[in-house]
Each structure stands twice: as structure tokens, then as C-alpha cells.
């Protein structure tokens, strides 16, 4: 790893974000940068502390790869225009979908599916049409640990597994969290100023609801995933937990609707306890709720047929499925 962790005890929020401000005012000069903005709290304190150093030299974009929650992209747009950061919405959905096709295999779906198109493909193209030579991206010390130890390959982790991204890309890649857990980016975030609503928002991958989709992502089955992520975010997401989400199986199980034998699709429900990702257990929802999210899961996405919950700590288990 390219820098050491700075652990919570010893963050100083306020010099933090006066040095990291300083050092990328440093790295970009008079030059044009772009922030890859997801709406999770990693890329928006990346996004204001570039935007604290740069101004309008500073192009944020959002990715819309098809792959986000429902109406991510608008939400997000509100948020930081209200910040006095404008965001340009990108549609490459296509592509990304393109790029998915008939993949299943987890490591390859992030490599194939998610990395070569964003960095490769879209934000390659982005670079060269602004001009600009700087990516600002929110990696932080959890992403590179994973992706060093071989866990998961993290999307945006490069230089730390020996990936020098303007060889690879054409533009070089700055990450100024990339000494932070996630409780630290939370407690810079608060220190920004960033509205409750991002800076204690509960993580959610690169990949986006591609790693929450077992066997082929298709824009039918993200759609089934989407739909059953919505209820549980709305049935659980107030119950303080780390993280909670869905995740949609592969193969088909059998069911009843109407009285007669249906095979439909199987809808994994997670819910975690956790401070940084490195370890979690599940959280402990009463059984009531529970039942209420298979309720609503069967009753409003007809395709789905089954839900269960998740009981295994990490490790061995893991808090997303792909």
C-alpha cells in the first residue's frame, strides 16, 4: 500500500482537509481535473475537497452505468448543486450492459465488466473530450487492503497491485482517502459539511447492483434487484446498521402463485453490524420485520418467489455476494 492508515483516534478532520485541498491543488497546477462522483460518502468528500481546491477547473461526473438504485443519479444531482457543485449525468449504460454479457464469474465481472469500462471506455473518453490529465476517485484503505490480500479485486484500486494508470488509461489517478476507513471519511465528510444524507450513508459498491446479482447482470435482473433493494432499504435501513441490501440468485426455485407451481427467482436479504468492513455480523432484526420484507419482496415483484436472510458473519461470509 502506497500510504499508511490514518485510524480514527488520531484524525484531525479539520487538518485533513486543509492538507489534502493543498496537495491537490499540488498534483493538478493550472490543469483541468475530473471527479467520478457515485454518490456514496467516499467519492463526495473526494468531490468537495476538489472542489475547495480547484473551483470551476473541477468537471464532476456522474456515471449512470444502469447498474445504480432507484433515482441515484437525480438525487445526486440535487444534493451537490445545492452544494454549489454542478454535475454532468453520463449515460453509458449500454456500454456497461454490453460489456456484462454472459459474464457470471465474480472476479471477471468486476475486471471485464466494471473496471476496463469505466476507466478504459468512459472516463478515458471524458479526459480526453475536457482536456483534462487528473481521475479524482475515493478509493480508501479498505478497498486497497481487500484488493492487496486478494479478498476481492476492488475496481478502483491500481498503483498498490502495481497498475500504473496512465500507462494503462492515458491520465493519472489521484485518491485522497486513500489513508481512511470508512468511519474517518464519515467524520471528514461531517467536517465538510456534507448533509446526514451522504455523509452517514450506508456504503454501496463499485460495481454498484452488479455485485449484488449472482450468474448473468441483464438489465431485467438488475431491474428485479433494484426493485427488491428499495424495500429493504426502506423496511430496514432505519435500524442503524452498517449495511443492507439485496442480493438476487442465480437459479430459479420453485414456488406456489394461484395454487399452482411456480418457479420464480430467490432474493437474498443482508443486514450488517460493522465499523470499517473488515469484519461484520449480521444484524439481529426482529422475526416480525422480517416476515414483512418477504411480504412486500413476493407481493411487489412478482418474479420472486422466495427470500431469505443471511446469518453467517464476515468471515467466513462477506458483506456483498459477488
Not at 30 to 57: N, Q
Not at 124 to 135: D, I, K, P, Q
Not at 161 to 183: C, H, M, S
Request: neutral net charge; glycine residues 8%; aromatic residues 6%.
Amino acid at each position: 500500500m502506497s500510504a499508511s492508515e490514518i485510524i480514527l483516534e488520531k484524525l484531525d478532520a479539520g487538518r485533513f482537509i486543509v492538507e489534502q485541498v493543498a496537495a491537490i491543488r499540488k498534483a493538478v497546477g493550472d490543469a483541468i481535473a475530473i471527479s467520478a462522483l457515485s454518490g456514496g460518502v467516499d467519492s463526495a468528500v473526494v468531490t468537495l475537497l476538489a472542489h475547495r481546491a480547484m473551483g470551476d477547473r473541477l468537471k464532476t461526473y456522474f456515471i449512470e452505468n444502469g447498474l445504480m438504485r432507484e433515482g441515484e443519479a437525480s438525487q445526486i444531482v440535487r444534493i451537490f448543486e445545492a452544494l454549489g457543485v454542478p454535475v454532468a449525468v453520463v449515460d453509458a449504460s449500454d456500454k456497461f450492459f454490453a460489456a456484462l454479457k454472459g459474464v457470471t464469474e465474480p472476479e471477471e465481472k468486476r475486471e471485464k465488466g466494471i473496471t476496463q469500462v469505466f476507466y478504459k471506455d468512459v472516463f478515458a473518453g471524458l479526459v480526453r473530450a475536457s482536456g483534462a490529465t487528473v481521475l479524482l476517485q475515493g478509493t480508501n484503505y479498505t478497498d486497497v487492503e481487500e484488493t492487496a490480500a486478494g479478498v476481492k479485486r476492488q475496481h478502483n484500486v491500481f498503483e498498490q497491485i502495481g497498475i500504473d494508470p496512465k500507462a494503462a488509461f492515458g491520465y493519472q489517478v489521484l485518491e485522497p482517502i486513500v489513508q481512511l476507513r470508512k468511519p474517518a471519511v464519515r467524520a471528514v465528510a461531517r467536517a465538510l459539511g456534507l448533509p446526514r444524507e451522504i455523509a452517514e450513508r450506508p456504503p454501496f459498491p463499485g460495481p454498484a447492483l452488479a455485485a449484488r446479482v449472482i450468474g448473468e447482470v441483464t438489465r431485467e435482473r438488475v431491474a428485479i434487484v433494484r426493485r427488491a433493494t428499495l424495500i429493504v432499504e426502506e423496511e430496514l435501513g432505519h435500524r442503524g446498521a452498517f449495511q443492507v441490501l439485496a442480493v438476487l440468485h442465480e437459479d430459479p426455485v420453485t414456488g406456489v402463485r394461484g395454487g399452482r407451481r411456480a418457479f420464480g427467482q430467490q432474493v437474498e436479504v443482508r443486514c450488517w453490524d460493522s465499523a470499517d468492513a473488515v469484519t461484520a455480523t449480521p444484524t439481529n432484526i426482529p422475526f416480525h420485520l422480517l416476515c414483512r420484507v418477504a411480504e412486500r419482496i413476493t407481493s411487489e415483484i412478482p418474479e420472486v418467489v422466495s427470500v431469505t436472510y443471511n446469518i453467517t458473519s464476515k468471515p467466513p461470509s462477506c458483506i456483498e455476494a459477488v
